[in-house]
Each structure stands twice: as C-alpha cells, then as structure tokens.
C-alpha cells in the first residue's frame, strides 16, 4: 500500500491562499543507478501527481527522476467553497496512489 | 618498439575512455537546449520576475531543497501557465514541470531535487501572454546524486 501525507488547514477563509504540501512514500529509482554486478537498476519513478478541487483540476506536476526520494511537492490554491481535494499519484509500473481532504471554507 | 609497460599504459587509457563518451559535457548541454527548446519553441527567454531558491553550496546531492516564486496578480488574464526547472549536469536535464492556473492564487512551488553535479540549476516560467520568464543559480556540489549508492 502505498503511503502518502497531504497536509492543508482543515478551514480557510473564502479567497484565502492555501498552501498544500504532499509527500509520497517512493523510491524514485532513477534508472542510472547500478548494482555491485553492473547491472542497471531499472527506472521506477512516480511520473505525475494531479490536484482536483471539487471535480476541477487546479494544480498538475510532471515528475522525472532528478526529484529526489519521497517526492515533496508543495503548491498552493484557493480557497473557493467547501469541498473536497482530491491528490493522485501515477507512475512506472503501474504505481499509483490517491489521497482526498476535506475542507471548510467560512 | 612498443614494450609490456607501455602496452598497459595505453590499454589502461583506452578503457577508461570507453566508459564515458569523450564529449560528454557537450552532449549534456545539447541535451539541456533542447528540452528548453521544447518547452520554450522559438520564443524569446527574458531573465526577471522569477526567484528560484536554492542552497548554492550543497553538501549532499540527492536531497536538495528549492522554491520556485514568479511575480505574477494570477488573475484570469494575466497568470503563469507553467513552471519548468533543468539542471544543467545532470544525466537528464529534466527535474520537474508543473501547470498552474489563475486558481493556484499564488505562483509558488516547492519540492526537493537531486542534483548530480557542479553546474546550473534554471527555472523557466511561461505566462499566459506567451512570454518565458527564468532565473538561473549556480549550485556548488560536494557529494554528487546518483554516484553514492549507500547514501540513497
């Protein structure tokens, strides 16, 4: 199972700036890498992460292997209404992950 | 005449060479105009409005933290579209590119990168007008990404 953190206030006034951080638990094998044999590694990579706010796509990353382990991603949004975000991962070998928060927005 | 010394010498030579390609700085570089080639097209790239930081002496390549802010109102009219950041030595010179919109409120990412040597980092910002706007830090490396394979 794939393990993933969003952290965002739970409440924000309408029109605020929200700032969101992500963080995913994953590897990023790069595909450079090699074993003591000189076999190469594989690339194993998380390749997007999409952010959708009520249905509506707000933010989008394309990922490549020079971000590092455990990708960090950190964006911000409007607060617009109340709702829910919704956070995907999708990646090489089939990887992916999904993650949704609520918030209030008074 | 050639003795067994300098045989050795000269096939020592030649294996060396066939690990890398002899230019590889080169190729690295054609390699970062042309994916900003790709972002870009043939428009111009302005330096300006875009802050991208980054440690410039960096202990330990594979995690380093950067921050990308571009001044923009991120109003309906006049946003960013994009962000894209390249470094200049690594074996690809892609790091990340996201998409934004008027919704994002404020034009500012964060993430951690790996850096794998001594070079460039760019960040390059596309706005709704068309215009490309970047920011370019030299970075000091002392402990590479992708060589240190206990450190991962």
Known sequence: MARVVVNLPAEAKKGEVIEIRTLAGHAMETGFRRTQLGELIPRDIIRSLVCTYNGVEVFRAELHPAVAANPLVTFTTVATESGTLEFRWTGDNGYSASHTASIKVV | ?152
């Open chain 2, 1 to 152: 005449m050639i003795t067994r010394r300098v045989f050795l010498l000269f096939s020592a030579a030649s294996a060396a060479h066939a690990q890398l390609p002899p230019n590889i700085g080169e190729l690295r570089k054609q390699a970062l105009d042309e994916a900003i080639r790709k972002v870009v097209g043939g428009a111009e790239v302005r330096a300006g409005k875009v802050k991208l930081d980054i440690p410039p002496l960096i202990d330990n390549g594979n995690t380093v933290p950067l921050s990308v802010e571009v001044e923009s109102p991120m109003s309906a009219a006049d946003h960013v579209k994009a962000i894209h950041v390249f470094t200049e030595r690594n074996p690809q010179p892609y790091v990340l590119s996201v998409q934004l919109g008027p919704r994002a409120g404020r034009a500012r990412i964060a993430t951690r990168a790996r850096i794998g040597d001594t070079g460039a980092v760019i960040a390059i910002a596309q706005m709704s007008d068309g215009s490309f706007w970047s920011d370019t830090v030299k970075v000091i490396v002392t402990l590479s990404a992708c060589l240190e394979e206990g450190l991962i």
